[in-house]
């Protein structure tokens, strides 16, 4: 089993997995937890819930018997009805068994969690106890995000700013820097720092490759300009978001600045044609 998941070849692997699994042997829980990896890789997280669940209670002290726990939170975060039963078991793994090497992991799992359920003080606190463990983990930068995020949800848009900027001087090399640096962007504007925020965004726009980081930061700079009487900079910026992003999720708000913006310029007809638009 473990030669064909080597290679690639996972209908083949399943099988030999399913037979050590069946056949009660010393590697059974290594091989519920491959098993378990291949269905989550199908997109079957209901057939790793039900293996996990059957394994788990006679696992013991097994070596794989924590990777196949967190098979099990995998696998349950897959539903969004089951997501906080998977935050818990992120937790206990991580409470549990602090020195084990998907400790880590799984505390970042359990904050990046609790943020997506809208529970920011407990991925807050989330955060902390991992940054406090784990300080020079390589996913330290993503926790440092989770926390910024949450702060902008909360409406703590000064915190957010500061550790939205330590992050994009700090982690240069991180595929996520865009993405830190319009929501740095973003946090000035929610304080109506309008000149600031074109100034933190202006610099980068043109450098943005994800089209929804594209939009966003477009919109920002157009909204901000909107706010210091700049319409032909606002409404040429709130264009270049629906370019980049017409379906994204503030296209309905962007389409609203424009028309105000094309008014603004006198271009009435222009501005009905651009609130008429379908989205």
Not at 47 to 54: S, T
Not at 57 to 73: E, T
């Amino acid at each position: 089993g473990r030669c064909y998941y080597r290679t690639e070849q996972f209908p083949e692997a399943a099988q030999w997995f399913q037979k050590a699994v069946d056949g009660q042997s010393n590697g059974r829980v290594e091989a519920a937890h491959w098993l378990c990896r291949i269905y989550l890789r199908d997109k079957k997280p209901q057939q790793a819930i039900d293996l996990a669940k059957q394994v788990l209670p006679k696992a013991g002290n097994d070596p794989f018997a924590v990777n196949l726990q967190m098979d099990l939170a995998d696998a349950l975060y897959e539903s969004a009805n089951s997501r906080p039963e998977a935050v818990a078991a992120y937790l206990k793994i991580a409470t549990d068994h602090p020195q084990h090497e998907l400790a880590a992991q799984a505390l970042y799992n359990a904050a990046f969690g609790a943020l997506e359920l809208g529970q920011y003080d407990q991925a807050l606190k989330h955060t902390a106890a991992f940054l406090k463990a784990y300080p020079e983990h390589r996913l330290a930068p993503d926790v440092q995000y989770v926390a910024a995020e949450c702060h902008l949800q909360r409406g703590e848009h000064p915190q957010a700013e500061k550790l939205y900027a330590k992050l994009a001087e700090s982690a240069t090399d991180h595929p996520d820097r865009e993405t830190w640096q319009v929501r740095r962007g973003l946090a000035i504007y929610l304080q109506k720092k309008y000149s600031d925020a074109v100034a933190a965004l202006e610099p980068v726009v043109a450098q943005l490759k994800n089209p929804d980081n594209q939009a966003q930061a477009q919109f920002v700079l157009g909204v901000s300009r909107f706010y210091l009487d700049q319409f032909d900079g606002a409404a040429a910026a709130l264009q270049a978001a629906l370019k980049a992003g017409p379906k994204w999720k503030q296209a309905d708000e962007t389409l609203l600045y424009l028309a105000r913006a094309l008014h603004k310029q006198n271009k009435t007809g222009e501005a009905i044609k651009a609130i008429s638009q379908p989205i």
